[in-house]
């Protein structure tokens, strides 16, 4: 379950460096307009605070890749405690996404899912 565990949170950590990507490198252009659905104008506007929350996704995805190579080379404690602290982190995100936008479902979904399923089964893998 640890296996499982550290896969799920890893590909967890590979959607947040995308959502870097596109919060802090790409957020005007028309495709990453598209997927969050702002104008011109309004990616423009709030183009600085893009750049900051991606880094705060990037920051949630080397905890967690750090956590899962300190995991691999045997340092389990540590590693499981940088895993669940950066995906705990990303699982929180995704529910105040959800609960602070109607039309943000998809995106909590895609935001949430991997890394709450990687910490519940780190979670029992830790515990046998």
Same mark, same amino acid.
């Given at each position: 379950m640890i296996a499982i565990g550290l896969t799920l949170t890893g590909l967890a950590a !590979?959607?947040?460096v995308g959502?870097?990507? @596109?919060e802090s490198l790409a957020?005007?252009?028309p495709r990453v307009r598209r997927i969050f659905g702002?104008?011109?104008e309004s990616a423009r506007a709030t183009k600085l605070l893009a750049f900051n929350q991606g880094f705060y996704n990037l920051f949630l995805a080397v905890a967690v890749v750090v956590g899962i190579v300190l995991s691999i080379i045997g340092h389990q404690a540590v590693g499981a405690t940088l895993v669940f602290v950066g995906a705990g982190s @990303?699982?929180?995100? +995704? !529910?105040v996404l959800l609960c602070s936008s109607k039309g943000a479902g998809? +995106?909590?979904l895609v935001q949430g899912l991997l890394p709450a399923f990687g910490i519940i +089964? !780190?979670?029992i893998g830790v515990g046998q």
């Amino acid at each position: 379950m640890i296996a499982i565990g550290l896969t799920l949170t890893g590909l967890a950590a !590979l959607i947040h460096v995308g959502i870097f990507f @596109m919060e802090s490198l790409a957020w005007e252009s028309p495709r990453v307009r598209r997927i969050f659905g702002t104008s011109e104008e309004s990616a423009r506007a709030t183009k600085l605070l893009a750049f900051n929350q991606g880094f705060y996704n990037l920051f949630l995805a080397v905890a967690v890749v750090v956590g899962i190579v300190l995991s691999i080379i045997g340092h389990q404690a540590v590693g499981a405690t940088l895993v669940f602290v950066g995906a705990g982190s @990303m699982v929180a995100a +995704a !529910l105040v996404l959800l609960c602070s936008s109607k039309g943000a479902g998809i +995106a909590a979904l895609v935001q949430g899912l991997l890394p709450a399923f990687g910490i519940i +089964a !780190l979670a029992i893998g830790v515990g046998q």
